[in-house]
């Protein structure tokens, strides 16, 4: 599981240099022909990954509930990010992803909820579940580097 979780790094690290070479005001800037905007896109990644990995193991996610109503599939931006929510959002980048290795480490993830994706992917283990993040992290990555182009 190790290259799964240097994956998971790389991938929170590179949305953390998007996140920190980027003014509030371009990560709040919903382009023309996008649904959403830089910053969504980025807490949309934390979102899924609690309810991917910790929801559906039946475990307490370690984001509150509102903010994985907020960022979950199916939502968009509804006005603009603050500065206070923006840096809550850049702690979280990595203090999820350390704390998902520490607790796939520590075995907590004794169940799971299989889970069918929008990909059409069926998760039925945690492990396959991480595996999955690491792709739907990778897709918004993409989306958020051609976001990056109009901003």
Known sequence: MNSVFDVHKTSREI?????DNHSLE??????EGFSNNLIWNIAHCISAQQSLVYKLSGVP???SEEFI????KGTKPEGNV???E???IRTLL???FHQAEKDYSDKIFLNYTEYITSMGFTLRNVEEA?????????IHTGIIMSIRKFV
Request: hydrophobic share 40%.
């Open 15 to 19: 949305l953390l240099k998007v996140l």
């Open 26 to 31: 371009q990560l709040n800037k919903i382009p």
């Open 61 to 63: 996610s370690k984001v």
């Open 69 to 72: 109503a907020k960022y979950r």
């Open 82 to 84: 603050s500065q206070a």
């Open 86 to 88: 923006a840096d809550e």
């Open 94 to 96: 990595l203090a999820t």
């Open 130 to 138: 991480l595996s999955f993040n690491n792709y739907h992290e990778g």
